[in-house]
């Protein structure tokens, strides 16, 4: 399946759109997650049937999407506004159509709040290593208790200066463990071997990041409490925080479920109950001085936080599945193909079967 490149005028900014397949084929909506962009799914696109009708946009401040601020204070809501105006778009979906959502670790909260604000506009969401629905750090425990007042340690303040500082060179190097390179090679995939010819299709991608306090990572706020970052109230990593993004009763009480196909590798250092990209399980490994320790700063649970909610969600009268990659990292649709189109094809039906 080969894609064409279109922009679109939708919820007031101009948005670059990925687009294959016939209009009148099976709506499939692909959202990207944090650093990167459209072009992650562009490896995907040719193991799809051309039964399906493709729409992969950039997200705001990626690709080639207008750079428009993100208010944190809304949570995921500016990306998933952007993607909503989307689906009444003529140019990439039939009128009324109800696509199925794959959302990509960031793009697994847009995903989730897409449906919370447009409950039948979505025929099925495939949570692919998603944010859990408590945020990105600093919350105790299943329930997303809040570990302080003010959710210390997430938010901006958490992002690593040295690889903000190399995304906005655009440095292609492998020089360090922060170069953009490096972390593609480490941190978004399991085995780097997987990444085969598309690794600098997939570094360009990541380098189109918008840097700054209106985008990536976003405003850095002192906080009194270890580590000593709160979450701002502007950028991306601030949106993702807890403070800001908490969707789990609105997700469980959505009045029509699709089903939801949860996928996640087993090495995931990104998502997962022992992330490395979590201030306090670093501190528990003694990376970052200073812990408090686990009463006072636990790590947090994000794949068992987001079992929790699908499971309230399934008692709510929806389904879920979970599907784990065993040696998958935090990109099974890269690193485990295959796997990833079956699981999206039985979701879209049988009429999108090659």
């Not at 007042?149 to 997430?154: C, E, L, Q, V």
């Not at 599907?323 to 039985?346: I, K, N, Q, T, Y």
Request: charged residues 20%; hydrophobic residues 40%; contains cysteine.
């Amino acid at each position: 399946m080969r894609s064409a490149r279109l922009t679109v005028q939708a919820n007031g900014i101009p948005q670059a759109v990925r687009v294959a397949g016939p209009p009148d084929g099976v709506p499939v909506l692909l959202v990207h997650g944090n650093v990167s962009s459209s072009a992650f799914w562009e490896p995907l696109l040719a193991r799809l049937p051309g039964t399906l009708r493709v729409v992969a946009p950039d997200l705001r401040g990626y690709g080639e999407t207008d750079t428009a601020p993100v208010d944190a204070t809304r949570g995921l809501d500016d990306f998933a506004d952007d993607v909503a105006a989307l689906l009444d778009a003529p140019e990439l979906f039939a009128p009324g159509a109800r696509p199925v959502v794959a959302g990509h670790s960031l793009g697994g909260g847009v995903a989730m709040r897409l449906l919370v604000g447009h409950p039948g506009r979505v025929s099925g969401l495939l949570l692919e290593a998603p944010v859990s629905p408590y945020g990105f750090g600093g919350t105790r425990d299943l329930d997303g208790t809040p570990t302080t007042p003010d959710f210390a340690g997430t938010g901006a303040g958490g992002a690593n200066p040295d690889f903000v500082a190399r995304l906005a060179a655009g440095d292609r190097s492998a020089d360090g463990p922060t170069s953009p390179r490096a972390v593609l090679r480490s941190a978004y995939v399991a085995d780097p071997a997987s990444l085969g010819d598309d690794e600098d299709l997939l570094l360009e991608s990541m380098l189109t990041t918008a840097t700054g306090d209106d985008n990536y990572p976003g405003t850095a706020v002192a906080s009194p409490h270890w580590p000593g970052t709160a979450a701002g109230r502007r950028g991306v990593l601030n949106a993702l925080a807890p403070a800001h993004f908490r969707l789990a009763d609105e997700l469980v009480a959505v009045p029509v479920k699709p089903p939801v196909t949860w996928v996640r590798g087993d090495a995931d250092v990104i998502v997962s109950d022992t992330s490395l990209f979590d201030l306090a399980y670093l501190g528990q490994l003694g990376v970052v001085p200073g812990w408090p320790g686990p009463q006072e700063c636990p790590p947090q649970p994000m794949v068992g936080q987001t079992r929790a909610v699908l499971q309230r969600y399934a008692a709510a009268g929806g389904t879920y599945r979970e599907v784990v990659l065993p040696g998958c990292g935090h990109s099974p649709h890269l690193e485990r193909p295959a796997e990833f189109v079956a699981e999206l094809l039985a979701l879209a039906g049988e009429n999108a079967t090659a």
